[in-house]
């Protein structure tokens, strides 16, 4: 089965700064990979993803890459807003019953101070 | 989530009753899953369905618990006998299969306390 490790369990950055959050996974087979943001009392929200066809996505100060000879992916964060303030879950498919259950990562907390 | 409706949003029971909690996902959705994620920690996989195929039953932690979908969309958590260590956010996340869209969206959760 996938096994997904997410480093590091907490980030504390200042507002303006970058963050970076890694996960390994273990499954060659595995294609796609999404990164969800959860809020305080919500459920995780998809906030970007990557199929393995590439190797880099952007979207705005949000950015993913992936090394699939490496098996990670990452998530980068850049001017980080005190409302970046979350954790944040990185996921991994692992297949079954013909189709993919996504594996998380522990969740990265992010601090971000004003 | 938008697509997710999940109830109730809140559960507070005493040990040893049993619970059901509601997943109501919008329809053309195949799969469906139910997750647990207790204080601080992460997602943890509790039970899949995809269609009309069997459920992948792999992650419930006991046989206190069971889950069903009705006509492919309502579906329903069970826990029997709860114990306090069932305290937990339940949630429920359904995505798309096939091609590759495998875009899961997740509902807000119900957050079981045994008392």
């Known amino acids: 089965g996938e096994n997904v490790e997410q480093h590091p369990s907490t980030l504390s950055v200042q507002e303006g700064d970058s963050a970076v959050i890694k996960c390994t996974y273990s499954?060659?087979?595995?294609?796609?990979f999404p990164w969800y943001k959860q809020e305080l009392g919500k459920g995780p929200q998809l906030i970007i993803d990557?199929?393995?066809?590439?190797g880099e996505k952007k979207d705005q100060r949000i950015a993913v890459t992936l090394n699939k000879t490496a098996k990670h992916f990452s998530l980068h964060i850049t001017e980080t807003q005190p409302e970046d303030s979350a954790v944040y879950f990185c996921?991994?498919?692992?297949?079954?019953?013909?189709?993919?259950?996504?594996?998380f990562g522990r969740g990265t907390s992010l601090i971000v101070h004003p | 989530g938008a697509g997710v409706s999940q109830s109730p949003s809140n559960k507070v029971t005493e040990k040893g009753k049993d619970v059901e909690l509601r997943c109501d996902p919008i329809?053309?959705?195949?799969?469906l899953y139910w997750y647990r994620q207790s204080l601080g920690q992460g997602l943890e996989f509790l039970i899949y369905?995809?269609?009309?195929?069997?459920?992948?039953k792999s992650g419930l932690p006991s046989d206190r618990f069971s889950a069903e979908r009705t006509g492919g969309s309502v579906s329903t958590l069970t826990i029997q006998r709860t114990q306090q260590e069932d305290s937990a956010v339940y949630l429920c996340?359904?995505?798309?299969?096939?091609?590759?869209?495998?875009?899961?969206?997740f509902g807000s959760g119900t957050r079981l306390t045994v008392v």
């Open positions: 329809s053309g959705h195949t799969a």
């Open positions: 996921a991994a498919p692992r297949r079954g019953g013909g189709s993919y259950i996504p594996t």
């Open positions: 996340a359904i995505g798309r299969t096939g091609s590759g869209n495998y875009g899961y969206t």
């Open positions: 990557i199929r393995s066809n590439v």
């Open positions: 369905f995809q269609g009309n195929s069997a459920p992948d």
């Open positions: 499954d060659s087979a595995s294609n796609y």
